[in-house]
């Protein structure tokens, strides 16, 4: 009897790591997420018929990304969509905060203050909103450990990617 308790429990254990569950924000949400956690936004900017996009949700889900996750309210924005959100006192359509975040494809990732204000960083020399592209899990790791670390602060992206 003694072992079925302590397998029962290895197995609870099991499930509840293997796992790991993050939140997901809405723009609006996410934001006033930030200013009441004082949490850095991350901002995934997809489209629902972009391919890349859907390739990036395996990586969400991966336990060492879920668990980078938890240093950020994490706010998914489908820049495709009719919605409209109020953003540094103007109203935008999801395409146009898409494009004022730093999409120039799909998937981008954008980075905020707690306060909603853009983190610019540096890759190759240059100054950008947002990190476009598809990343495997090693890579958006390092990015997010970037951000985690505040290297954007004093440091080019590209010498971590």
């Known amino acids: 009897m003694k072992k079925k308790i302590n397998i029962k429990t290895a197995l609870i254990i099991i499930l509840l790591f293997s796992n790991i569950v993050f939140s997901q924000y809405n ?39 879920a668990s980078l996750m938890h240093n950020f309210i994490f706010v998914r924005l489908n820049a495709t969509g009719n919605e409209r959100y109020n953003y540094l006192g103007k109203e935008f359509s999801a395409n146009d905060l898409s494009r004022l975040l730093g999409a120039t494809g799909y998937p981008t990732h954008s980075f905020l203050n707690p306060d909603g204000s853009i983190i610019k960083f540096k890759y190759n020399g240059n100054e950008y909103n947002g990190y476009p592209g598809y990343l495997d899990v090693g890579d958006f790791e390092k990015l997010l450990n970037f951000f985690i670390n505040k290297n954007y602060l004093n440091s080019d992206l590209s010498k971590f990617l």
């Open 27 to 65: 723009f609006n949400d996410g934001l006033k997420a930030g200013s009441t956690s004082g949490k850095m936004i991350l901002v995934s900017i997809y489209s629902t018929d972009d391919a890349w996009s859907k390739k990036m949700e395996p990586v969400y889900s991966d336990n060492k990304i």
